[in-house]
């Protein structure tokens, strides 16, 4: 099975920070704007979860959300994913089934922190699925742009460069 089999099977379409993805859950109850914190603008679903699948050279290039995201590994290739902090400080984490190797099934980016991926095996694919709760909302999402996060961040210049489009 290779990575057209997955997007067909599972109906996945373009994702604005690259590979492929599909929501899969939404639920169905809301919390209201005023129990939420202040960085949240609106009702938010308590939960939602997408597939989310990377191909060979393809990236998850950087970007922030209001809320954590976990993220679980389903198959193919392990992932890389690179976090940035608010304070700056930089970690790597790898997700994918080999624990032996310092890999992890899941991996949680907390909210508001800059985080990319990418595969370790450029020749293959990976199928994930992301959890974020206060649920997704496209207003919770933010694509980093090269020229602010470098600006934020000229400690992580040559990655931000590599793990952005614009």
């Not at 939404?26 to 009702?43: A, C, H």
């Not at 890999?103 to 949680?108: D, T």
């Amino acid at each position: 099975m290779n990575a057209g089999f997955w997007i067909n099977k599972l109906g996945l379409k373009s994702h604005p920070e690259g590979g492929f993805y599909r929501e899969v859950y939404r639920s169905e109850e809301v919390m209201e704007n005023g129990k939420l914190p202040k960085r949240y603008s609106g009702e938010r679903n308590f939960s939602t979860s997408i597939y989310f699948l990377l191909n060979k050279e393809q990236i998850s290039t950087f970007h922030k959300l209001k809320s954590d995201e976990i993220w679980h590994f389903y198959t193919g290739s392990p992932l890389k994913i690179h976090i940035i902090t608010q304070d700056g400080i930089y970690k790597v984490m790898k997700l994918g089934i080999d624990l032996s190797n310092g890999e992890n099934l899941q991996i949680v980016i907390p909210h508001n922190n800059w985080f990319a991926a990418e595969l370790l095996d450029k020749s293959s694919f990976s199928l994930i699925g992301c959890t974020v709760s206060p649920g997704f909302d496209f207003n919770d999402f933010i694509l980093g742009k090269r020229k602010y996060l470098t600006q934020l961040f000229p400690q992580h210049k040559d990655l931000i460069e590599r793990l952005t489009n614009n």
